[in-house]
């Protein structure tokens, strides 16, 4: 992944340069042309592991903030064996290190604003260049990319196998981002929202069980800063008018899974894995007893 985080980083360069030209980034098609061919690894079965080609997945995660899309990715790269990059982890860390650089962050962060792409792509860079240097394969990214212009810098310096684009009720999507609370002694998180909703032209009706923390957690919960309803609506709202056009991006170059949530975890989870033909451990496990 040498070649990615370099042409990342040259691509924010470049278009740092041509911000004031009002044109394109500049992307390394030679680069694209050199990655070769992708192989969906949806088609090759043996729990997508490996590919034809021999390596391993290359993995993008769509989906509204709130949807659950790091829960599925982190499930998915356990099972794949490769790094879950979530860049809503990245901008945490970077929070988290004192200093200007972090207060800035906080103040987009806390107004439910999208970080720019100039600071993602720093950040994803990094990180990229880090598992390299322990000789990391494959990945799947969870919050990137998040913007056209993300997504042309991607495309640019390697292939993306597929895009899987999560999908939930929006009414289901905002009572949970509502309910999502954190323990401000032990960082567990949790939530306290009872979805229960009718099914919408005749399908079927959807339960999503709170997430309750254990007693000595209840009396330390806390809300996180940004999951007020206000933030939360102006999130889904930024959400929209930027990544939609990322899944039509992908859409157009048949690269795009929709997959609409039917429920909680122990509900969708096997039907995912059934979506993107890898093998369900958990079935295997209980047909081999
Ligand atoms: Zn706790």
Same mark, same amino acid.
């Given at each position: 992944?040498?070649?990615?985080?370099?042409?990342?980083?040259?691509?924010?360069?470049?278009?740092?340069?041509?911000?004031?030209?009002?044109?394109?980034?500049?992307?390394?098609?030679?680069?694209?042309?050199?990655?070769?061919? !992708? +192989?969906?690894?949806? *088609? =090759? &079965?043996?729990?997508? /592991? #490996?590919?034809?080609?021999?390596?391993?997945?290359?993995?993008?995660?769509?989906?509204?903030?709130?949807?659950?899309?790091?829960?599925?990715?982190?499930?998915?790269?356990?099972?794949? !064996? +490769?790094?879950?990059? *979530? =860049? &809503?982890?990245?901008? /945490? #860390?970077?929070?988290?290190?004192?200093?200007?650089?972090?207060?800035?962050?906080?103040?987009?962060?806390?107004?439910?604003?999208?970080?720019?792409?100039?600071?993602?792509?720093?950040?994803?860079?990094?990180?990229?260049?880090? &598992?390299?240097?322990?000789?990391?394969?494959?990945?799947?990214?969870?919050?990137?990319?998040?913007?056209?212009?993300q997504a042309e810098i991607l495309e640019g310096v390697t292939d993306i196998d597929l895009v899987i684009n999560l999908k939930l009720r929006e009414e289901a999507l905002l009572a949970k981002c509502l309910g999502r609370r954190m323990?401000?002694?032990?960082?567990?998180?949790?939530?306290?929202?009872?979805?229960?909703?009718?099914?919408?032209?005749?399908?079927?009706?959807?339960?999503?069980?709170?997430?309750?923390?254990?007693?000595?957690?209840?009396?330390?919960?806390?809300?996180?800063?940004?999951?007020?309803?206000?933030?939360?609506?102006?999130?889904?709202?930024?959400?929209?008018?930027?990544?939609?056009?990322?899944?039509?991006?992908?859409?157009?170059?048949?690269?795009?899974?929709?997959f609409n949530l039917p429920g909680g975890i122990p509900e969708s989870w096997p039907k995912l894995l059934q979506a993107l033909n890898i093998e369900d451990p958990d079935n295997k496990r209980s047909a081999a007893a």
């Open positions: 992944m040498a070649g990615i985080s370099r042409a990342i980083r040259a691509c924010a360069a470049a278009s740092r340069r041509t911000l004031a030209a009002a044109s394109g980034a500049a992307l390394p098609k030679e680069e694209a042309a050199a990655a070769g061919a !992708g +192989v969906r690894a949806a *088609a =090759t &079965g043996r729990r997508g /592991r #490996d590919q034809e080609d021999g390596r391993r997945v290359q993995w993008v995660f769509l989906g509204c903030p709130g949807v659950g899309k790091g829960t599925y990715a982190s499930r998915l790269s356990q099972l794949l !064996g +490769v790094p879950h990059i *979530a =860049t &809503g982890d990245l901008v /945490r #860390d970077a929070l988290a290190t004192p200093g200007p650089f972090s207060k800035k962050l906080a103040e987009i962060v806390n107004h439910g604003k999208l970080v720019s792409d100039e600071i993602i792509i720093n950040l994803l860079s990094r990180r990229l260049e880090e &598992g390299e240097e322990k000789g990391e394969l494959g990945f799947i990214l969870d919050g990137f990319p998040r913007t056209i212009r323990c401000s002694q032990c960082g567990g998180n949790f939530n306290v929202a009872s979805i229960d909703i009718e099914g919408e032209n005749g399908g079927a009706r959807m339960y999503m069980p709170p997430l309750l923390p254990p007693p000595q957690c209840e009396s330390k919960l806390i809300t996180r800063a940004d999951d007020t309803e206000e933030v939360v609506k102006e999130r889904l709202r930024v959400y929209h008018d930027l990544t939609e056009p990322v899944e039509e991006f992908y859409r157009t170059r048949g690269k795009l899974l929709e």
